[in-house]
Structure formats: structure tokens, C-alpha cells
């Protein structure tokens, strides 16, 4: 558990970056730091580890305050990942995991467990990549080894400071995916720094958002859609905030009607070109009355579609699903659910007739959409 009491940063030279703000963590739970360039994000993150020592209140860590630890200590028992990943590059994959454990003195034998065991966890194959060099790797592959870096000696906390903004955007969907997963296998704490208000409204179990320093609000992502307490939250919210009766528009007066499908028998080669040029992270799996059956994800694709003859194989069923009769309030109940942030709209025969994605959901609901429906 975090805990901010009443915490304050000012700067050498006299600027005031963070203002009396106080809030806690969870133990266990991903939080999002949010807010324009210059709020005070990365500061507040960066004062947890002490990386930057902030000069007024108290930071409170597994409860203790955190001055009190040893600075190298502390950072050590700390994960951090950075959006430029900052791998030696002169270390292979393997070296550039096991620094941290082979300053905390592990033996030889732990660290090369553990590096092998961290390789399989963030997605990368041992065997392929243990004896690389950084270069020689995609910036995602970089990025999936930064994280590995960070959870190499077992830290009950992980702090990362826009650690996808770099990356295309399906490698980007990709790792934030993989994120999620491994934070519900890990049972560690998350502190994440973004200004992609998708990307925390895609990840955060809560979402704090800053501005000149201050924390405004401090909320679950509904929360923050349904009832920004600060005009400033409402603006910043922006293209995504919930018009005021969702319960009342029907979802299939916001879905998309053009949904790019896919009969079970198609080729993986296909599905993987179909999924590129469409640039979706999912594919709809439809039978030749438009009967919905299920779903492919470009991640699942592209992992097995060695191993397989058409895209039936790696098909799951996908849920949520929402039928025609369901509310944009339903839909945005239910996007939760969602794990790839994909709602399908079925009629009474099962037909699918669109889609509702969490993007276009919260394009949809925004207030300038609305003003066009009023005008
Ligand atoms: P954010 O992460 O929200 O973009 P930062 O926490 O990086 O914001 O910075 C908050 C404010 O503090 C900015 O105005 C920035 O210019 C200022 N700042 C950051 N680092 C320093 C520093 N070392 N000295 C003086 N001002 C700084």
C-alpha cells in the first residue's frame, strides 16, 4: 500500500510542481496518473521511489515512510519501467534482467531460473532471445524486456512512466493486454503514468488526474464518465464523456454497423492480412447466415498460426454480447467485461448486426456528438 499525506514538491529554483496531495493505493491494484504535460504526473510517481525527494508531507510505503528506507534499497524492492526502455546495450537480454537480482546477491542458479522464467511470463521465447542484444530487438520485444527487467527481484510494486507511448499502435493494445494479465497473475501493486486518456481508461482500476500539480479527482473510469466532480475533469474527459442519459439511447443507435468478419474456415495467412489492413485487434467469426460463433484476436494469431490450418482452431467464444434491445448504459455497464474492449450486438436470431468497441463507445457518447444530435 501507497500512501500520499499531504505530499509537495518544489523544485530547486522555487517552482511548485505538486501541490498537497494525498490519496492512497491499494495494495493489488493498477492506479492511472493522468493529466496534461507538465501536471505533475511523472513528478508524484517518481517521489514514490524517491527517484525525485518531495519536500513537504509524508509517502508512506508498505507503511513505513519512505525516507526512512535506504534510497538504493527502496529502488531496488520498487519496479520501474521507462517509455525508452533504457536496456544496456551492451548487456544481452539476459544480463539486462538479472542486474537487479545480482545486486540483491542472488546465486547464479536463482538468477538464470528466474530469467528464463520472466522471458516465458512477458511473452518472449528463452532459447531465442536470452543471448540477444537489445538492438536486435522490436521496440515491443524491448518493451516486454524492460518489464521483465523491472519484475526481475520480485518487487510488490511497479512503476511505469509512459511506457507504451513509443509503440505502434496494435503493439501498444498488445502489451497494455499482456499488462493486465500479468498484473491479475502477480498481485502487485501498479502505478501508471500516461497523457493517452484510452490507454487509462483501458487500464486503470482507478484513475487520478492531475492538473498545475493537484490532484483533482481520483476515481474508478465510470466514475470519473459519470460524474466528473471538477469542470476541468469534464473538459479533459473531453471526447469521452457520457452524455447524460445513456439508460435512455439505444445501443444500437451508437454501434458500428460495418463489422470486419470472418467465416471459421478462413486461412490464418488471411485472417492476419484481413486483421493488418483493417488494422482491428480482433476478428468476428461469423457462419454463412451471419450467425455470430466467436472471436480470433491478432495476438492469438499470430502466436499459433504456424500451428494451424484455419482460424477455427484458435476461435473462443466471446462475451459480453448485447442484443438489440440493450442500452448505451449496458454497453458501457458491460464494456468492463469486455476484454478486448469489444461488445458484439446479436439480434433475437443470433445475426450479428454490429458492434460497439470501448472506443467508438466513448466517441460516440461524446459532447460534441451530442450537440450534433441536438442541432
Ligand atoms: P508531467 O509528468 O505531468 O508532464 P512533471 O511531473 O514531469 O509533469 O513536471 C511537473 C512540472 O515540474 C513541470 O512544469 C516541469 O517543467 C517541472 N519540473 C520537472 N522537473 C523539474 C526540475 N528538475 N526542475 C524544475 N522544474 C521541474
Do not use: C
Request: no cysteine; aromatic share 4%; glycine share 6%.
Amino acid at each position: 500500500m501507497i500512501i500520499f499525506d499531504h505530499v509537495g514538491k518544489k523544485y530547486e529554483g522555487g517552482f511548485q510542481a505538486v501541490q498537497d496531495v494525498s490519496f492512497q493505493i491499494e495494495r493489488g491494484e493498477l492506479l492511472v496518473l493522468i493529466g496534461p504535460s507538465g501536471s505533475g504526473k511523472s513528478t508524484t510517481m517518481k517521489m514514490i521511489n524517491r527517484i525525485i525527494p518531495h519536500t513537504t508531507g509524508t509517502i508512506r510505503v508498505n507503511g513505513k515512510d519512505n525516507t526512512t528506507y535506504n534510497p538504493s534499497e527502496l529502488r531496488r524492492n520498487i519496479g520501474y519501467v521507462i517509455q525508452q526502455v533504457g536496456l544496456f546495450p551492451h548487456y544481452t537480454i539476459a544480463q539486462n534482467i538479472a542486474l537487479v537480482p545480482q545486486l540483491k546477491g542472488w546465486n547464479e542458479k536463482a538468477i538464470e531460473e528466474r530469467v528464463e522464467e520472466l522471458l516465458l511470463l512477458v511473452g518472449l521465447d528463452s532459447e531465442l532471445h536470452a543471448s540477444r542484444y537489445p538492438k536486435e530487438l522490436s521496440g515491443g520485444q524491448q518493451q516486454r524486456v524492460g518489464i521483465a527487467r523491472a519484475l526481475a527481484a520480485k518487487p510488490d510494486i511497479l512503476l511505469m512512466d509512459e511506457p507504451f507511448s513509443a509503440l505502434d499502435p496494435i503493439t501498444r493494445e498488445e502489451l497494455q493486454k499482456e499488462l493486465l494479465t500479468l498484473h491479475e497473475q502477480l498481485d502487485i501493486t501498479i502505478v501508471f503514468v500516461t497523457h493517452d486518456m484510452d490507454e487509462a481508461l483501458t487500464m486503470g482500476d482507478r484513475i487520478a488526474i492531475m492538473k498545475d500539480g493537484r490532484l483533482l479527482q481520483l476515481d474508478t473510469p465510470e466514475k470519473l464518465l459519470y460524474e466528473p466532480a471538477h469542470g476541468f475533469v469534464e473538459q479533459f474527459m473531453g471526447k469521452h464523456r457520457i452524455i447524460q442519459n445513456p439508460e435512455l439511447m439505444p445501443v444500437t443507435e451508437i454501434m458500428a454497423e460495418t463489422v470486419t468478419t470472418a467465416h471459421p474456415n478462413l486461412s490464418p495467412e488471411r485472417a492476419l492480412s484481413l486483421i493488418r489492413q483493417k488494422k482491428i485487434t480482433d476478428l468476428l467469426i461469423v457462419d454463412r447466415q451471419s450467425k455470430l460463433l466467436g472471436a480470433v484476436s491478432a495476438y492469438d494469431l499470430i502466436k499459433k498460426m504456424d500451428h494451424i490450418q484455419t482460424i477455427e482452431e484458435i476461435m473462443t467464444p466471446i462475451q459480453p454480447i448485447l442484443t438489440t434491445k440493450a442500452t448505451s448504459k449496458d454497453a458501457i455497464i458491460l464494456m468492463d467485461e469486455a476484454p478486448s474492449g469489444l461488445i458484439p450486438i446479436i439480434d433475437d436470431t443470433h445475426q450479428l448486426i454490429g458492434l460497439v468497441t470501448r472506443g467508438s463507445l466513448l466517441t460516440a457518447m461524446s459532447s460534441q456528438w451530442t450537440e450534433e444530435v441536438v442541432s
